[in-house]
T-cell receptor, first 110, second 113 residues
Framework: KQEVTQIPAALSVPEGENLVLNCSFT??????LQWFRQDPGKGLTSLLL?????REQTSGRLNASLDKSSGRSTLYIAASQPGDSATYLC?????????FGTGTKLQVIP | DVKVTQSSRYLVKRTGEKVFLECVQD?????MFWYRQDPGLGLRLIYFSYDVKMKEKGDIPEGYSVSREKKERFSLILESASTNQTSMYLCASTSQGAHQPQHFGDGTRLSIL
């Protein structure tokens, strides 16, 4: 059974810092990995999708990497801003299902 | 842009009631999903559907059923609501193909009293 872990569960950083969020998964037979952002009381907003054949994807200040063989992904956020404060979730797609991590709650302090 | 619309943002129902949660997507996606999200447990898959009138159980289907009569609409049904079904319910859709991302609605916060 696929298990997805995100560490740390919570992170607080001053504005302007670069930061890394981690995601690990137990079964490397995945189709893709997706990073989401969730604001309090809201649904999930897709940030980046990495196919199993890819190593990384970039969108603006965000860069996601994937090392399928070691079962790890990182989300790098450059020059963090207070508006980046949210919970960040990673999800791996395998077979017809998607398994989510429990998220990292990020607070960026002005 | 893909739009996934859930009919209610907040819903309060009583124990024993039959509850319907509706989800509509506007991008002709084949696959639709229902999740519930609880603190400390993350998102858990309740049911999903590959096509009209098709449904598959997820990880926690007990106490729920689903209906997909039209491609764009996927309904989650709580046959007899119980207090342990108080949760945030999220609907998602995606097109066929392993490389396609999931798109989510804004969620329904359901309280069972």
């Amino acid at each position: 059974k696929q298990e997805v872990t995100q560490i740390p569960a919570a992170l607080s950083v001053p504005e302007g810092e670069n930061l890394v969020l981690n995601c690990s998964f137990t079964d490397s037979a995945i189709y893709n990995l997706q990073w989401f952002r969730q604001d309090p009381g809201k649904g999930l907003t897709s940030l980046l999708l990495i196919q199993s054949s890819q190593r990384e994807q970039t969108s603006g200040r965000l860069n996601a990497s994937l090392d399928k063989s070691s079962g790890r992904s990182t989300l790098y956020i450059a020059a963090s801003q207070p508006g980046d404060s949210a919970t960040y979730l990673c999800a791996v797609r395998h077979d017809q299902k998607v398994t989510f991590g429990t998220g990292t709650k990020l607070q960026v302090i002005p | 842009d893909v739009k996934v619309t859930q009919s209610s943002r907040y819903l309060v129902k009583r124990t024993g009631e039959k509850v319907f949660l509706e989800c509509v997507q506007d991008m002709d996606h084949e696959n639709m999903f229902w999740y519930r999200q609880d603190p400390g447990l993350g998102l858990r898959l309740i049911y999903f559907s590959y096509d009209v009138k098709m449904k598959e159980k997820g990880d926690i289907p007990e106490g729920y059923s689903v209906s997909r009569e039209k491609k764009e609409r996927f309904s989650l049904i709580l046959e007899s609501a119980s207090t342990n079904q108080t949760s945030m319910y999220l609907c998602a859709s995606t097109s066929q193909g392993a490389h396609q991302p999931q798109h989510f609605g804004d969620g329904t916060r359901l309280s069972i009293l």
